[in-house]
């Protein structure tokens, strides 16, 4: 079409200025990160977490990967998800402005059931604060736990 809008020609324009090519921060410092199957778009999600935020990510997916080797990984809704082939996510983390927080899908039938309510009966939150010791028997319990029960599937 030849009669587009300043705005969207704006918008194809390729970004050069400081930044380019880094994702964009939305809301509470979330990455915005492409819909995407596999490591790759998860990797790139943790990468451009701010912060204290991207060790957190780092060792969380580094301890997912430990405890479950047959993880499989996306991008869905801004989120890195982890689930099992044919079973479903059992785990999304998302970053807002004070925490990380790891959704379990099937978090109440996890055991210590993680503290935070959902609206779905079903999941239980972990948030997870800049200087929060990082329980990691506690997070590889609740992981191995939870990538043995039906996920949620999308």
Known sequence: MANK????AKAEKPDSGPGAGKPRLLAGGNPQIAK?????PVQAYIAA??????DVGRRLDALVTREVPN??????????????EGRGWFLGIHCFTNYVKLAFFRGASLSPVPPVDSKDEN????HIREGDPFDEELLASWVVQASKLPGWIV
Not at 5 to 8: E, F, P
Not at 49 to 54: F, I, N, V
């Open 5 to 8: 809008t300043a705005k969207a």
């Open 36 to 40: 995407a199957d596999g490591d790759a």
């Open 49 to 54: 977490m701010p912060g204290w935020k991207a």
């Open 71 to 84: 993880v499989r990984k996306a991008v869905k809704w801004n989120s890195p998800l982890y689930g099992i």
């Open 123 to 126: 999941t239980r939150y972990f």
